[in-house]
């Protein structure tokens, strides 16, 4: 058995190698394609310099972060250094370190490859639809590639090094910590830029969107690339670590052929790497085709090849079960059903984002109060897939034997990360072809190119609504497993201190009750927080473009040769998201502390659920109404309910406007909230053994 | 100790009948007040009307779903007719019909008084700010008196007749039954009213609030007499029902000493009653005092004084313990505190509701979006509050044996809800000086009268901000005391199925999860369902609206004596409350009986949590948005920010109407909603043990 494990380490490293060749080939490739416009290539220059000035930024403050935290890290887990084995401590210092690392790269090169599509995508829009999907969607998918690629390899590399599952832990507390900056950090940048830029231009000066007198035009097209390109890869590295992680915890404490099943979660991860290489291979428009058409039907190509080769592997391999093999394919399948409901509340073909049109014609409240209604009403069809899938998975493994149900829920959520590839190509494609509508408008196109821009980047936010249901949703399965691991964990820790142990978290014992309650609330504080950190940030941004305005003689007319200081705005956004993230992520972890402080393991799990439940609720409530409130408008601006200029198409803004931070900022950094407060509470259980109140 | 038990039986029926006697003085000094004027006798009279006809077809709608509730019971509840004994289903429907009927005197006759003292606090205003609080707030506590009375009465009666508390679920289940539709219903219709008027009247035309042009301006006042006065009186004749009856299933299932802790209940109850009247008798605005501080005064004597006697109860009485006294005084100390720190957000003194005004400035999305945020931070103290309050109650009690831990926990939410008719009172005391106001203003009193009724009125708001945060609160820890009925309750049908009993609900249980996932969307969607609700049923009134400005000759211009068709717009509310109402109320129940038949009591247990969780934090969220961003305006209409017509003005018009339906429809009828559920799941406890697939 430790053979095939083995074998599955060389297969890893193999696929990882082909991913990143085939990465290297598309980024070639996207880089011959021809370049000619001179404005273009000076503006898409302006937003990779602006994207560059504030990764490096970010990455220096999460330096900082990560230093500190690699050496609290060193001294006090796996366990205090002064009690336990020094050399351990210190791998587990090294894999945090590796998996802020890698996450880092993998965002570098994504933000490297989609700053160098979208203005190739613009010119390429001039000649049609097909060859400028092509360099869009090929962009993205480099960053598809390079973050499951990165984090397949750290978590094969850190387990065939160490042995020991409790040390990738730490590792996916990197890859975390990285993505509450990247994610949150990236999200308030995006947001502060775009409402800025709309309000003083599409509002004050009735300017349109990426006219480039506006001095935040510029920070609004990078905040595209470092909240969706760079933010959502960090993301969704960060969940991907996060589920092998915790399944690879629960298979390692699996009292029997705990070898097959760590071959297991490798195979599925290898498989899932396979099948998006191939998904992403084959995607292409068809003749006179819908690009939404395209992207959603490779990703149902992707699903169809892993549940086939999973299937295959099951029959081949020693040890390799099907009841595990169905708890995958119900998350997987979930995870597909899932991004279908929530497309029915945020497509504008559907009615949801039809009768939100129409309220708007009564005024703003009733865009904002039918909007946030459907929101919470589209939280109930993922909620009861989450539950579902976990139940039915649960029941599936039980069989097997103790702990099995859970590492079946932990395997679901394996099964619906394993396609990620696929997903974040889809993702990244969204900001890239964003972009490029903004530069074929800035660099003089001419309608027909704007148009057919406009029609990839329609699609781009179509699938976005699709991809975020389903990283929220496989984030709401990872942290159950992460539940598991965190008892599994807790209960090392007790067992070496002579304590009883965790069966289980009895919700009407009042400690678990007490952590249910403030977990709940955490992730309403941090989003809220977020928000108005955005809110802050984007006066701050208002009040220096209005400066730049007033002070620029010839800026507003648009006299020829004038600019506007593009950077000062860059650097407003980069200084304000740092500055206003890093109060939300260090509430979230001090909750935890206290709560685990206070009340001992049995709080913790009570706040971990807390944690999920509300945040789950949030976060599809946010990112649902934020994505119909966008599409709402883009509805009344396509001619309908009055059209644009119509006081249906002003209440509309207002509710796109209050959609921005839900759905960019808040909606998913709280993915990263849950698994951040999740990783923390295992990493730390140890300690809360030793030091509670209660 | 028998003894002991019929002596209290006894004293609440005396409190009872002295809390009757000073209701009808209370009734009798009102109405002896002097009304002449005749605008605002024929003004009153419509609105006394309005009511009525709102009441009366609520009532019909009612009794027609409690005949068939009836039935149901009669046939299933507690056991099915078939296997247990008939007379035991014969006092459980007759218990439930009795919860309906006394809550509907209870806020009939309140609906009554309140609609006698409108015209009077108005004509008294002339007079100023003494007299005129005195005859609202004595208005409002005749309201107090009868809602704690008749639930008094009430429990005490059914548990002397039948000794078993079990038929009590069944009259708490008729009081959440009516408090469902009183509080949804009459929340539907005092926010679709109140928004046609003001979307038609302030907005369209720019005529004042209360204009009596208006057709929606007496449906308008109409509401706030059955949303505020009726519905909030037969919501919190609910808590305290529930919390009541769940005390006493805990009490009699206590191994020990259940006679003394039978008493201690209804000794409690008759103290904090006892301690109402004494508050109620001795509050008044002092010399130059402010009616806030005089509201607030109040609470805190009626507080002190029901510490002081519940401390000598527990000297005088065999078997009372000072642990009980700890947890009650624990609960009720925190309902104080979290009553205070929802002030904190909703005072326009403070800084938050200030933040929200200025953030106005910059356009409404910034309203929407700050005062969302700041919602949502609000919700962590009180949960926080909830969360220790609990885990006090169960440490100092836990001591006692088993069992009394969660009775702990449920006589906290006694003392919480003990100085109810106090909350009430003042509750109340809002509609009846909103109507002041209004009539004050129909009934040409003059500038100087307008301008008392608004300080009488604006203390109406403070304080309501404040009791909802205390009933919200006290229903949260009622509800935990239903979970712990509901194990006893269900334990007991597992027993008699001769099935392994329940010893909690461990939340790593793939069927509780389950439960809780669903329970957690429910209270979600219930407040969308009823914000859709007001959304729709404003635009038919609108619709009726410009209807009557348009075919009505003279109505717009304001020639004498024509007057706009006041009774179709008061049918249109109803009929649209109860049409919206009823898919909501539905919805909660089924999705109870699914979750039940599909995973039996674990997975109840699983939903019960979830709902409670969830809807706490829905119901602060939007209960204190909505009431920060009412007093953003008024703030703003006071003159800050650029006054009134400024842009911040318009803002904050647009964040009010979006805060309407949050804090008096949707907000606080999830308090109910989740008493239903829970009260559902108990009575049903013995059904899903024999029927559930899992």
């Known amino acids: 058995m430790e053979n095939q494990l083995s074998l599955f380490y060389g297969l890893s490293f193999l696929t990882v190698a082909l991913a990143f060749a085939f990465a290297a080939y598309l980024y070639l490739w996207v880089k011959k394609q021809r370049t000619s416009n001179a404005r273009i290539e000076e503006v898409s220059l302006l937003i990779k310099e602006g994207a560059n000035t504030f990764m490096r930024r970010e990455y220096l403050v999460l330096a900082k972060f990560a230093a500190v935290a690699a050496v609290i890290i060193f001294i006090l887990l796996p366990a205090p250094v002064w009690q336990g084995d020094i050399l351990n401590n210190l791998a587990m210092a090294i894999a945090y370190i590796a998996g802020t690392v890698l996450s880092a790269i993998a965002g570098k090169i994504g933000i490297l490859v989609a700053t160098l599509s979208n203005g190739r995508t613009a010119e390429a829009a001039k000649e049609g639809l097909k060859p400028a999907f092509l360099i869009g969607f090929r962009g993205g998918a480099v960053m598809g590639l390079l973050v499951v690629g990165c984090s397949l390899l750290g978590v094969a590399a850190v387990?065939?090094?160490?042995?020991?599952?409790?040390?990738?832990?730490?590792?996916?507390?990197?890859?975390?910590?990285?993505?509450?900056?990247?994610?949150?950090?990236?999200?308030?940048?995006?947001?502060?830029?775009?409402?800025?830029?709309?309000?003083?231009?599409?509002?004050?000066?009735?300017?349109?969107?990426?006219?480039?007198?506006?001095?935040?035009?510029?920070?609004?097209?990078?905040?595209?690339?470092?909240?969706?390109?760079?933010?959502?890869?960090?993301?969704?590295?960060?969940?991907?670590?996060?589920?092998?992680?915790?399944?690879?915890?629960?298979?390692?404490?699996?009292?029997?052929?705990?070898?097959?099943?760590?071959?297991?979660?490798?195979?599925?991860?290898?498989?899932?790497?396979?099948?998006?290489?191939?998904?992403?291979?084959?995607?292409?428009?068809?003749?006179?085709?819908?690009?939404?058409?395209?992207?959603?039907?490779?990703?149902?190509?992707?699903?169809?090849?892993?549940?086939?080769?999973?299937?295959?592997?099951?029959?081949?391999?020693?040890?390799?079960?099907?009841?595990?093999?169905?708890?995958?394919?119900?998350?997987?399948?979930?995870?597909?059903?899932?991004?279908?409901?929530?497309?029915?509340?945020?497509?504008?073909?559907?009615?949801?984002?039809?009768?939100?049109?129409?309220?708007?014609?009564?005024?703003?409240?009733?865009?904002?109060?039918?909007?946030?209604?459907?929101?919470?009403?589209?939280?109930?069809?993922?909620?009861?897939?989450?539950?579902?899938?976990?139940?039915?998975?649960?029941?599936?493994?039980?069989?097997?034997?103790?702990?099995?149900?859970?590492?079946?829920?932990?395997?679901?959520?394996?099964?619906?990360?394993?396609i990620v590839g696929m997903i974040i190509s889809n993702d990244a494609y969204g900001p890239i072809v964003d972009n490029?509508?903004?530069?074929?408008?800035?660099?003089?196109?001419?309608?027909?190119?704007?148009?057919?821009?406009?029609?990839?980047?329609?699609?781009?936010?179509?699938?976005?609504?699709?991809?975020?249901?389903?990283?929220?949703?496989?984030?709401?399965?990872?942290?159950?497993?992460?539940?598991?691991?965190?008892?599994?964990?807790?209960?090392?820790?007790?067992?070496?201190?002579?304590?009883?142990?965790?069966?289980?978290?009895?919700?009407?014992?009042?400690?678990?009750?007490?952590?249910?309650l403030i977990g709940a609330a955490v992730p309403a504080v941090f989003s809220a927080m977020l928000i108005l950190g955005v809110d802050k940030n984007a006066q701050r941004m208002v009040k220096e473009i209005h400066r730049q305005f007033n002070s620029i003689p010839g800026l507003k007319e648009g006299k020829k040769g004038v600019k506007p200081e593009y950077g000062k705005c860059i650097n407003i956004a980069t200084a304000g998201a740092l500055k206003e993230l890093i109060p939300a992520g260090l509430m979230s972890i001090v909750a935890t502390l206290l709560v685990g402080f206070i009340g001992g393991s049995l709080a913790v799990g009570g706040f971990l659920l807390g944690n999920i439940v509300s945040g789950l609720l949030i976060a599809l409530f946010m990112s649902n109404s934020g994505g119909l409130w966008d599409n709402a408008k883009k509805y009344i601006e396509s001619g309908e309910e009055g059209g644009k200029g119509s006081e249906a198409h002003k209440a509309a803004v207002i509710g796109d406007t209050v959609g921005d931070p839900f759905k960019d900022t808040a909606g998913p950094s709280i993915n990263t909230q849950i698994t951040v407060v999740s990783l923390v509470s295992s990493l730390m259980s140890s300690l809360f053994v030793l030091f509670s109140i209660f």
């Open 436 to 516: 490029a509508r903004g530069l074929a408008e800035m660099g003089g196109l001419g309608e027909e190119t704007i148009r057919t821009a406009d029609e990839l980047d329609s699609a781009g936010n179509t699938v976005k609504a699709v991809t975020k249901g389903f990283s929220i949703s496989a984030a709401g399965l990872t942290v159950i497993s992460l539940l598991g691991a965190f008892m599994s964990e807790a209960n090392d820790a007790l067992a070496e201190a002579g304590k009883e142990l965790i069966t289980g978290f009895d919700i009407m014992s009042p400690t678990v009750f007490f952590g249910i």
């Open 159 to 418: 387990l065939m090094l160490t042995g020991d599952s409790t040390i990738l832990l730490g590792f996916s507390f990197g890859a975390s910590s990285l993505a509450l900056f990247a994610k949150a950090g990236g999200g308030i940048f995006t947001k502060t830029a775009d409402i800025s830029a709309d309000l003083t231009g599409k509002v004050e000066l009735g300017i349109p969107e990426d006219d480039p007198r506006n001095p935040a035009v510029i920070a609004d097209n990078v905040g595209d690339n470092v909240g969706d390109v760079a933010g959502m890869g960090a993301d969704l590295f960060d969940s991907n670590v996060a589920a092998m992680a915790s399944a690879l915890v629960i298979a390692q404490s699996l009292a029997s052929e705990s070898f097959a099943n760590i071959s297991m979660v490798f195979c599925y991860a290898i498989l899932g790497l396979f099948a998006s290489i191939l998904g992403i291979a084959t995607a292409r428009v068809g003749k006179n085709g819908s690009p939404t058409r395209a992207l959603n039907s490779s990703t149902y190509v992707t699903t169809a090849i892993f549940l086939v080769l999973t299937a295959l592997a099951t029959v081949v391999f020693e040890g390799f079960s099907w009841r595990i093999w169905g708890a995958s394919a119900v998350g997987l399948l979930v995870g597909v059903i899932i991004g279908i409901t929530t497309d029915y509340f945020t497509d504008d073909t559907k009615p949801i984002v039809r009768r939100v049109a129409h309220a708007s014609g009564s005024g703003p409240a009733f865009t904002i109060l039918s909007g946030i209604s459907y929101g919470f009403i589209s939280a109930l069809p993922a909620m009861a897939g989450i539950a579902i899938s976990a139940l039915v998975a649960y029941k599936i493994c039980e069989p097997m034997g103790e702990g099995y149900a859970i590492f079946g829920i932990s395997m679901s959520a394996v099964g619906m990360l394993s």
